[in-house]
């Protein structure tokens, strides 16, 4: 139920919240003629969630600067588990974002939980063709856009990446980032951080070095949304989510979560 209201909405307290409505649904219902308990919850939380796309993205209309999914620790530390796909990626949330509702409902459910047609139908109002349809759609969309797995690689450019991150070591930064690797701060107007995406390796590499002036900044190396990542923390308190998209042994995005509201949910939660 989680993961499908996480994959819907991108935010870890919606998605919460979603689980929380549905297990009280769940609680007041008959049960009896229900076959099928887990597709049963799953298509009761994705109903929900898809109630609130509507309000998520007219909150983003005027959210402060880049919006970036809500992290979610996802490797040994986290403190639930959740399914791990390549739907649950960070690069693929923001594909995702570019989704109709419709499409990302559709898409979610049958590429991450295997719900047949039908019962998708059920939860969008349509027939089981016209979600086909949706599915098809949003397949092709997230086909072009959608950027490929890190891979084996990704441990060992984390490694390098960190390494090079905490010795303020501009050179070797610069030989791990891609030549048009862009930077993306999520601030959410509480907390500086760039209102533009920042592009190109040496810009990109200045503006991380300029965060890490202080010596008292720590990164830890953690699984984020099922990739690779880092926790940043300033005196012990966590102040950063990171993840990073590599290709072909480069990092060709970094992206950093700041709002201090996103860093409560998945994140600090897994840190405890």
Known sequence: MFGAAYRITGSVADAEDVVQD?????????????????AWLITVAARRAYDLLG????????????????????????????????????AMLLVMEELSPPERVAFVLYR??????????????????ACRQLVSRARRK?????????????????????????RRDEAALLALLDPDAAYTTDGGGRVFAARKVVRGAVRVA?????TAVRNDFRATPAEVNG???????????????????IADGR??????????????GGARRGTR
């Open 22 to 38: 549905t297990w009280l649904r769940a609680a007041k219902a008959s049960l009896a003629d229900v076959r099928d308990l887990r």
């Open 55 to 90: 309000s998520a993205h007219a909150r983003r209309v005027d959210y402060v600067g880049p919006w970036l999914p809500e992290p979610l620790l996802t490797g040994p530390d986290a403190a639930e588990p959740v399914l791990v796909d390549e739907t649950l990626g960070t």
């Open 112 to 129: 991450a939980f295997g719900v047949p047609y039908d019962r998708i139908a059920d939860v969008l109002g349509k027939t089981p063709a």
């Open 142 to 166: 997230v086909a072009a856009a959608a950027p490929p797995p890190a891979g084996p690689e990704g441990a060992r450019v984390l490694a390098a990446f960190r390494a090079a991150y905490e």
């Open 206 to 210: 200045t503006a991380l070095l300029r």
């Open 227 to 245: 990739g690779p990542g880092l926790l940043i923390h300033r005196a012990g308190r966590l102040v950063a989510v990171d993840t990073l998209e």
């Open 251 to 264: 990092v060709v995005a970094y992206r950093r979560v700041l709002n201090p509201a996103k860093l409560d």
